[in-house]
């Protein structure tokens, strides 16, 4: 049981540049969702799902994308990469149903050139 | 003015203190976890609460809902529970999914 697995863990990037951050999990959870967390302030939610089919946005969604084809995989995309977006991304899980806790990744940190 | 609030936001204690970390928040919640950051970034569930108290260990969460506040309790701390500790607020009725972080306390204990 893997739990949560982002993958890269760092990488560097030219600004215009795209990527894709990944985030996989093996529990079954409905709720999946991604975040950026910059120096003195919370954890920022920038888009999540409920299960395969379904997104929507967080609070800092412009610049990325997201898709959900499966339940276990939701992978961000970032079509042209700005400065702004420098920062340490986490990819958290969980169930739906009821109150659960949520599982997180070990975070991807990112650095727009 | 953010909409969830914790104090302090650093603190150091000594090797077998009593430490409190308060959350309190402004907005209707249906649920309120205490994470806590290791200093090498991964983020692990400690509480999910939405009344009451949990305790696990020499930890205690307790929630108070009509107030607005949470506090996270650590007994006899040790040194390994040095770290960043984030309150985290499932904002609206069981029906939504948007999470509001606290920009987190940092928890230093001295051997």
């Known amino acids: 049981n893997a739990g949560v697995t982002q993958t890269p863990k760092f990488q560097v990037l030219k600004t215009g540049q795209s990527m894709t951050l990944q985030c996989a999990q093996d529990m079954n959870h409905e709720y999946m969702s991604w975040y950026r967390q910059d120096p003195g302030m919370g954890l920022r939610l920038i888009h999540y799902?409920?299960?395969?089919?379904?997104?929507d946005q967080g609070e800092v969604p412009n610049g990325y994308n997201v898709s959900r084809s499966t339940t276990e995989d939701f992978p961000l995309r970032l079509l042209s990469a700005a400065p702004s977006q420098t920062s340490v991304y986490f990819c958290a899980s969980g169930l739906t149903l009821h109150y659960r806790e949520l599982f997180f990744g070990e975070g991807s940190r990112l650095t727009v050139l | 003015k953010n909409e969830v609030e914790q104090s302090p936001q650093n603190l150091t204690a000594q090797e077998g203190e009593f430490i409190t970390i308060n959350c309190s928040y402004s907005?209707?919640?249906?649920?309120l976890h205490w994470l806590q950051q290791h200093p090498g970034g991964g983020i692990v569930s400690l509480f999910m609460l939405s009344s009451g108290k949990k305790k696990h260990g020499r930890l205690i969460a307790t929630i108070n809902i009509q107030e607005k506040h949470s506090s996270l309790h650590i007994t006899a701390s040790h040194p390994r529970d040095s770290a960043v500790y984030i309150c985290?607020?499932?904002?609206?009725?069981?029906?939504?999914?948007?999470?509001?972080f606290g920009t987190g306390t940092r928890l230093k204990v001295l051997a």
């Open positions: 799902s409920v299960g395969a089919g379904i997104t």
């Open positions: 985290a607020v499932r904002s609206g009725d069981s029906g939504t999914y948007k999470y509001i």
């Open positions: 907005v209707g919640i249906s649920a």
